[in-house]
């Protein structure tokens, strides 16, 4: 395609005489005709191969896209799925769900364009990609659902944008989101909107957004508070805002990050304070300002709180049973209270979370056994899994490996229909009243940010958690 092309630096001649036409009249026959215009491209004919055919051949083409989001080659990840799309095109599948997709256009599974969202972290050099990506799915899937899996990033793309336009674009985005039913809003959709509001000294927006987050129920982080401060000491009026941010910090916050601190300290040295320790008495707490290191105390619970978080724990598993397993509830939670009277653990460990942890969605027996041993050497160590992971194949590697936790005593199996979380989190409850001179670990991945039992339980039980 593309032979005879007016201009072209093809054989012989060069340019001619140069006045501009000297390479026209290549492009013309001998007798003064013009050419016959090439035919346009048409698209590959539909190839009618046998379903396992098509999944080898699938797969094949597959390849290249999974090597390069393995790798964190963007271009080339785009540039391989461009290539997968072009052969899906012609190649029709099999089974009548994905035909059905196939018919739409649906040539890459919805999770590969997650995937390649989530790689576009740059706002200046992946915007023309990220745009391309966000119109393709909203065209394939809808703007809905494109929406809650490229949330934060079309309002970290909107408020990098130079100027206040994309900042205040970002926040009506962020509204629209707050009054969508169901919709989980989480502190980092803060954090993107506050460090646009420094960067464009916005101290109005970033106050909205505090205000925002306190009426949607979402606790922010020390590196959101930070960005707070930051913003409010170009102004002498909000003093008194920066004595109720602290506030917010001692409320919310039980570490304090090295960000936070220096921010402190700044506020310290403006209002000629005699250093960050002059706030210990406002963040009851230990505060160094040649370290940079400033944490709150732990938190203990009193004898009626954890009664009550216990209890809490109970009824609301109890609440979503379903309606022949609500009598087993209370039951299972005595049966785990025993077992932990019996075993006395010093770490508790989430086995969900950490075998699927970095695992591209698969549970991992070996890698909880892997956390297990390693944790072993130095505590004693139980893990709390959920029955719905302990069913595979006789004999098999994971099969072993369960058996061999089972007969150690090295874990709880949680029964179906009751969520495993509620399990381990009752347990630190309990184990603080057991063993109140030390602290009660727990090894999860799950920051309980956006947990769906918070809604039933005191702020505190989070705080302690």
């Not at 080898?56 to 799925?81: C, F, N, T, V, Y």
């Not at 649906?106 to 790689?119: D, E």
Request: charged residues 30%; positive net charge.
């Amino acid at each position: 395609v593309g032979v005879g092309v007016v201009g072209g630096g093809g054989g012989g001649g060069g340019g001619g005489d140069g006045d501009g036409d000297g390479d026209a009249p290549r492009a013309m026959e001998e007798d003064g005709k013009e050419p016959e215009p090439e035919p346009e491209p048409q698209p590959e004919p539909e190839q009618r191969l046998s379903k396992k055919e098509y999944e080898k051949q699938s797969s094949k083409w597959m390849q290249p896209l999974s090597e390069r989001m393995d790798a964190g080659d963007l271009e080339g990840a785009i540039a391989a799925a461009e290539a997968y799309k072009r052969w899906s095109r012609g190649c029709p599948p099999r089974k009548e769900k994905r035909r059905s997709d196939w018919e739409k256009g649906r040539h890459l599974p919805f999770n590969t364009y997650r995937r390649l969202c989530s790689m576009c972290t740059d706002p200046e050099k992946h915007r023309a990609i990220f745009t391309g990506l966000l119109a393709e799915l909203e065209k394939l899937y809808g703007k809905e659902k494109a929406l809650r899996i490229t949330d934060i990033l079309q309002i970290k793309f909107l408020a990098s944008e130079p100027g206040t336009a994309g900042l205040h674009k970002a926040r009506d985005l962020l509204a629209t989101l707050l009054q969508k039913k169901g919709f989980k809003i989480r502190r980092r959709h803060f954090e993107i909107l506050l460090e646009g509001c420094v960067r464009e000294a916005d101290t109005t927006l970033a106050l909205e957004l505090r205000a925002q987050a306190d009426e949607c129920g979402c606790a922010l982080g020390p590196a959101a508070y930070a960005l707070l401060m930051q913003t409010c000491r170009s102004e002498e009026k909000l003093w008194a805002t920066g004595k109720e941010i602290v506030k917010d910090i001692c409320r919310n916050v039980s570490i304090i990050n090295q960000s936070c601190v220096e921010q402190l300290s700044e506020w310290c040295k403006d209002r000629d304070l005699p250093s960050i320790a002059g706030l210990q008495a406002t963040l009851d707490g230990l505060c160094s300002d040649g370290t940079h290191t400033c944490r709150l105390p732990r938190f203990k619970l009193t004898a009626e709180q954890r009664s009550k978080f216990m209890d809490e724990i109970v009824k609301l598993q109890t609440d979503n049973a379903m309606e022949n397993n609500k009598r087993h509830v209370a039951p299972e939670f005595a049966r785990f209270r025993n077992w932990l009277q019996k075993h006395k653990p010093e770490v508790l460990i989430d086995a969900a979370n950490c075998g699927f942890y970095q695992n591209r969605g698969e549970f991992s027996f070996a890698r909880a056994d892997d956390v297990l041993k390693q944790l072993s050497q130095k505590f004693r160590c139980k893990l709390v899994l959920s029955k719905t992971r302990s069913q595979m194949k006789k004999n098999s590697r994971d099969d072993r490996i369960l058996g061999r936790w089972i007969r150690d005593g090295s874990v709880f199996i949680t029964p179906k229909g009751l969520n495993d979380d509620s399990f381990w989190m009752y347990g630190a409850v309990m184990l603080s009243e057991h063993e109140p001179s030390r602290r009660i670990y727990i090894l999860s991945n799950d920051l309980l940010r956006d947990h769906h039992l918070m809604a039933k339980y005191d702020p505190a039980f989070f705080r302690f958690m």
